[in-house]
Nanobody, 128 residues
Framework: QVQLVESGGGLVQAGGSLRLSCAASGRTFSSYTMGWFRQTPGKDREFVAA?????????YYADSVKGRFTISRDNAKNTVYLRMNSLKPEDTAVYYC????????????????????WGQGTQVTVSS
């Protein structure tokens, strides 16, 4: 069982930056692929980024955030981060952290159904 708690969301102007954090419980954090997804009202949850196991794991990004967002993890702190730069109004959403024991390939890391554990979400609002 893994419990996830996101933090770091807020209101920022377009072009600004935020760093989201996701703190995980449990002693097997390093075994999980960690992902970030986002959702806006009336839309399906959308893949943002993922990082596979261990600190040197592979990273994957949605095309819409590639070059602007960076995912990283600190296994000693049981925490995964999402650094978001050059934010745009279309990045406005609730951002969710998720953990998966699978989902380690280019394709499966993007699939929300691969993730068994989810945080409660943190709101990110980007004003124009």
């Amino acid at each position: 069982q893994v419990q996830l708690v996101e933090s770091g969301g807020g209101l920022v102007q377009a072009g600004g930056s935020l760093r989201l954090s996701c703190a995980a419980s449990g002693r097997t954090f390093s075994s999980y692929t960690m992902g970030w997804f986002r959702q806006t009202p009336g839309k399906d949850r959308e893949f943002v980024a993922a990082i596979t196991t261990w600190s040197g794991g592979s990273t994957y990004y949605a095309d819409s955030v590639k070059g602007r967002f960076t995912i990283s993890r600190d296994n000693a702190k049981n925490t995964v981060y999402l650094r978001m730069n050059s934010l745009k109004p279309e990045d406005t959403a609730v951002y969710y952290c998720a953990a998966s024991l699978g989902g380690s390939t280019y394709y499966t890391a993007r699939q929300s159904q691969q993730y068994a554990y989810w945080g409660q979400g943190t709101q990110v609002t980007v004003s124009s």
